[in-house]
């Protein structure tokens, strides 16, 4: 029950078809982590800035000049229409060279793709968010988008999990969720260093500690593959449907259109049927190796 | 019974026919020898085309040979497919220079493609063409692919000499083109019978010595079609395949196969239908002026599953699963057809004669007896 095709806001990309960038300007690093950076950027032409919105979920493919191109989620709020911003660990050539760009330089972008977390399909329920280290960043926006429109919902519950307290990111937004009556944050780390006293472990560890009305809950989950498996499962085994788990994965998307062949995942392109699936619709092939 | 207009010319005729195509400013592209095989080359006349020979082929072979008759056309497929010239195995997306600081300009379009005349298309390299228009020419075309494909003409060739790893009866796309060209021949003896599909193709047709074709000609060429169809190289029962195999992903099959398969690319290659491709971004030594190229992939390779948590698909088991499941199976939920349209080229073309045909029936028909192997068992809870 993820967004169609249809119900998504345009694509921008430059001016010779799909497979062309249009250009952003580096306005702003957020430094997250010892290996993670949040860059804001706007479009350099304000028509397409105009043109642009995303849903929360969706990503971007990111052009860096001559090195080459990485889907990246998109970890703004998506009712703010002058920037964007994503939040990238830097683990290969693209991230690494968008580590290296300086404020004001460019960046080339062609998006929004994919599939959404299906908010307005879930109105009215409680709204569980398992996140594991970078996952959050494409459920940064749902946090946002559900504390913009807090009374539409039940409960909100995130649980994060991360390695260590140092590579948790976001820290400050985590730090004012935790504040507020409206939401309710727990955070798990593997490593805990002396300073650490909240709880130790794996993510789904962290439901023991939460209340969840199965009939009413809807879930969403992002993190690695070996946690998303874990926590669909666990909640399935507290009886939420499948139609109400929704995960989203990860692959090595090239061109976003379903055209490249690269990000299948069964008979599902992950880069227009997902990233965010239900569990329903990939229930037999989801954690099935080599899929 | 096929209610389309007939014609009959002499064989000769086809060179008028591929005169006056060179003449409306096409290039005419049809089957000629090259290197031991009949491949897809720009044509001048019916000199060029392989007369009086055909092909035998069989899993991982492939052999022309001389034919006691003079016929054009007396081959099925080849190595090579259509799909070379409406989806270049490497195509060149754009070109951009940086000027300075940061400003970027792109490299005029590339000009438009040739108008191709295809010359000698099958019924299942049409039903592939169908087939590849799901991909590129639908939700979000490709600018390339869907203006070569607007103004390519189709001048078809029924199959009435089925080959050896020929299953299109099967998949239900042949041997008798159905639709989608604008003209389909039957070669007889000493003529060629003329279907016209559309009102390019009845132009076509309108400069030509012709004779409009008797009852006999038509129930000829009906009877040529019907017995091709009973004679094909291969079968291949596709009634529930989707369902039973993506029931069937941990049949242990699919390693018995990876023990013989190189993983060497050749089937999606040879494939028409194949669609997917890596992108290249480059710079030159300045680095101010970048590309980008779009080249064919293939899931059989290591690289094309990487990403940043490593290879998705490992195993040769897993990739060669990948891609039967993925032409026989997710197709379907994908493009609402199957992938497969039975020309039998990856059973030619492999080198170790592996075939789509037994594969899949062996999984479909032997319900698998260990379900052990490439089961994932999660540890949930501590």
Redesign the interface.
């Known amino acids: 029950m993820t967004t169609s ?1 249809a119900e998504r806001p345009p ?1 921008v990309s ?7 960038p249009a ?1 952003a ?1 580096l306005v702003g690093r957020v430094p997250e982590s010892s290996n993670t950076t949040s860059y804001v950027l706007q479009f ?1 032409d304000p028509q397409l800035a105009r043109r642009f919105s995303f849903l929360p979920g969706q990503f971007n493919m990111l ?1 860096l ?5 990485a889907a990246i989620s998109i970890s703004s709020d998506p009712s703010e229409t002058e920037t964007l911003v994503h939040t990238i660990r830097h ?2 050539s693209v991230t690494f060279a968008m580590n290296r760009l300086r404020v ?3 960046v ?1 972008l062609r998006g929004p793709f994919g599939s959404s977390w299906p908010l307005e399909h879930c109105r009215g329920r409680d709204i569980l968010l398992v996140a594991g280290g970078i996952g959050i960043a494409p459920l940064r926006p749902v946090i946002y988008q559900l504390l913009n429109n807090r009374d539409q919902y039940g409960r909100v519950i995130l649980l994060y999990g991360v390695r260590s307290r140092a590579d948790m990111i976001f820290e400050r937004d985590v730090q004012n969720w935790s504040a507020r009556p409206d939401i309710q944050v727990l955070v798990t780390v593997d490593y805990p260093d002396k300073s650490w006293t909240g709880p130790v ?2 993510v ?2 962290l439901l023991r500690r939460v209340r969840v009305e199965s009939q009413r809950t809807s879930v969403f989950v992002c993190g ?3 946690m998303n ?2 926590t669909a ?2 909640f399935l ?1 507290h009886y939420v449907s499948p139609e109400h788990i929704f995960v989203s994965l ?3 998307m ?2 976003g ?6 990000c ?1 995942y ?4 992950v880069c ?1 049927d997902g990233p965010v699936f239900s569990y329903a619709s990939v229930q ?2 989801f ?5 | 019974m096929h209610g389309a207009a007939m014609v009959t010319i002499r064989k000769n005729e086809l060179n008028t026919l591929i005169n006056s195509l060179r003449q409306d400013g096409y290039q005419v592209i049809g089957p000629t020898i090259r290197d031991g095989v009949i491949a897809y080359e720009p044509l001048d006349s019916i000199q060029q085309l392989p007369t009086g020979w055909t092909d035998h082929q069989d899993a991982g072979r492939y052999r022309l040979k001389r034919r006691s008759d003079g016929a054009l056309f007396g081959y099925v497929v080849g190595p090579h497919s259509w799909k070379k010239y409406l989806f270049p195995p490497r195509q060149k ?2 070109g ?1 220079t ?1 000027n300075g600081g ?1 400003e ?1 300009v ?1 490299d005029p ?1 590339p000009p438009d493609p040739p108008r191709y005349a295809f010359l000698g298309v099958r019924a299942c390299e049409l039903a592939a063409i169908d087939v590849q228009d799901r ?2 020419a639908r ?2 075309p ?2 390339y692919y869907a203006a070569a494909r607007r103004n390519a003409l189709f001048i078809a060739v029924n199959c009435p000499e089925p080959g050896g790893t020929c299953f299109c009866a099967s998949m239900d796309t042949g041997p008798r083109c159905k639709g989608g060209f604008d003209l389909a021949l039957t070669e007889l003896r000493t003529s060629f019978a003329i279907e016209i599909g559309s009102e390019r193709g009845r132009k076509l047709v309108e400069s030509l010595e012709r004779q409009v074709a008797d009852d006999n000609t038509r129930h000829l060429v009906d009877l040529m079609m019907q017995n091709a169809a009973g004679h094909m190289g291969r079968t291949l029962d596709t009634g529930d395949l989707p369902a039973i195999l ?2 069937r ?2 049949h242990p099959h699919w390693n018995t196969v990876a023990n013989k398969c190189m993983a060497c690319a050749n089937c999606t290659l040879v494939c028409p239908t194949c ?5 290249e ?3 030159d030594l300045t ?1 101010n002026h ?1 590309q ?1 190229w ?1 080249t064919w ?1 293939s ?1 059989f390779t290591l690289d ?6 490593g290879y ?4 040769i ?3 060669y ?2 891609w039967l ?2 032409k026989l ?6 493009f609402e057809s199957s992938g497969c349209v039975g020309c039998g080229r990856c059973i030619t073309w492999c080198p170790v004669g592996i075939d789509i045909t037994a594969e899949a029936a062996t999984i479909a028909s032997e319900a698998p007896q260990d379900q052990s192997i ?3 068992r ?5």
């Open positions: 095709f694509v430059g001016a010779t078809g799909a497979m062309t250009w300007r350099t052009y000049f001559g090195v080459g191109e683990v290969g004001g330089q460019c080339g472990g794996v789904t560890k690695p593959r070996v498996r874990a499962h666990a085994s990860e692959r090595n090239r061109c259109i379903g055209q490249c062949g690269h299948q069964g008979p599902k392109f227009k037999t092939i954690g099935k190796d080599e899929v | 997306i754009f951009i940086r940061d970027f792109y379009q991909v590129f939700q979000v490709d600018p993506m029931n992903l941990e669609f997917c491709s890596n992108v971004d480059k710079t680095g970048a980008r779009r992939g899931c094309f599953s990487y990403h940043t948590g998705v698909r490992s195993s088991a897993g990739r699963r990948q499941t993925h199976a997710g197709w379907h939920e994908q490439n089961r994932c999660v540890a949930l809870e501590d």
